[in-house]
């Protein structure tokens, strides 16, 4: 459905359509009644997850970018549609080496019980940046995600940082990768959030688990 031309319109209209900002979650009970399904975003930190969100969306502030990795360590949460269609949620970044145990700690607790507990969560989108390839944090929280049968897309970023054959390369490890893993879905999904590469098929994607 996804390479549908016309699905792709939809999801394109959609993600044109209102999206708001609706809050933040530094603990599971602030989280936003459960009355929408969700999408929710994972990536190490500056691997570019604000700066997709908001390409993806056509916002420039929708999702706040920071120069100082680590720094936020809360769900965000985004209304998609008007009526309520579906929601995005901006997980905390991980992998910043200087963050202080605690806070690693927090975000692993945040983040695990948000995975397990919540039953309108469709898809999680995990980001790979395409220059660096999948990590040991990046498997971690693969893990995390395979543990609580949380369907996942595995995105790589990036992709106009690096030569056609390399991404090319990348994605084949990737997708060898994402074989072996329960959860993760099998399609690659290389993004560009300068130059679009990506957006459309990310869009379809998104409103194919929201709506499936």
Same mark, same amino acid.
């Given at each position: 459905?996804t390479?549908d031309?016309?699905?792709?319109?939809?999801? @394109?209209k &959609?993600?044109?359509?209102?999206?708001?900002?609706?809050?933040?979650?530094?603990? +599971?009970?602030?989280?936003p009644?459960p &009355?929408?399904?969700?999408?929710?975003?994972?990536?190490?930190?500056?691997?570019?997850?604000?700066s997709?969100?908001?390409? +993806?969306?056509?916002?420039n502030?929708?999702?706040? =970018? !920071?120069?100082t990795?680590?720094?936020?360590q809360? +769900?965000?949460?985004?209304d998609?549609?008007?009526?309520?269609?579906?929601?995005?949620?901006?997980?905390?970044? $991980?992998?910043?080496?200087e963050?202080?145990?605690?806070?690693?700690?927090?975000?692993?607790?945040?983040?695990?019980? $948000?995975? @397990?507990?919540?039953?309108? +969560?469709k898809?999680?989108?995990?980001?790979?940046?395409?220059?660096?390839?999948i990590?040991?944090?990046?498997?971690? &929280?693969?893990?995390?995600?395979?543990?609580?049968?949380?369907? $996942?897309?595995?995105?790589?970023?990036?992709?106009?940082?690096?030569?056609? !054959?390399?991404? =090319?390369? &990348?994605?084949?490890?990737?997708?060898?990768?994402?074989?072996?893993?329960p959860?993760?879905?099998?399609?690659?999904?290389?993004?560009?959030?300068?130059?679009?590469?990506?957006?459309?098929?990310?869009?379809a994607?998104?409103?194919?688990?929201?709506?499936?």
């Amino acid at each position: 459905m996804t390479d549908d031309p016309d699905f792709v319109e939809t999801a @394109r209209k &959609v993600f044109s359509g209102p999206i708001t900002f609706l809050k933040s979650a530094p603990d +599971l009970k602030f989280l936003p009644d459960p &009355v929408a399904n969700e999408v929710a975003f994972a990536g190490r930190s500056n691997v570019g997850k604000s700066s997709l969100i908001n390409a +993806l969306t056509n916002r420039n502030g929708l999702a706040r =970018t !920071s120069n100082t990795p680590g720094r936020t360590q809360e +769900l965000n949460f985004f209304d998609v549609g008007e009526p309520l269609r579906f929601r995005l949620v901006d997980m905390p970044g $991980y992998g910043f080496a200087e963050a202080p145990k605690d806070v690693v700690k927090k975000w692993r607790f945040l983040v695990n019980d $948000y995975l @397990r507990g919540r039953q309108v +969560l469709k898809r999680a989108l995990v980001l790979i940046d395409s220059r660096h390839g999948i990590k040991a944090v990046d498997e971690d &929280v693969m893990d995390m995600l395979d543990a609580a049968a949380v369907s $996942y897309h595995i995105v790589l970023t990036k992709a106009d940082k690096i030569k056609a !054959s390399a991404l =090319t390369e &990348v994605m084949q490890r990737t997708a060898e990768a994402a074989r072996k893993r329960p959860a993760a879905h099998p399609d690659i999904i290389p993004t560009s959030s300068e130059k679009g590469m990506g957006l459309p098929e990310l869009r379809a994607a998104i409103l194919d688990a929201v709506t499936d």
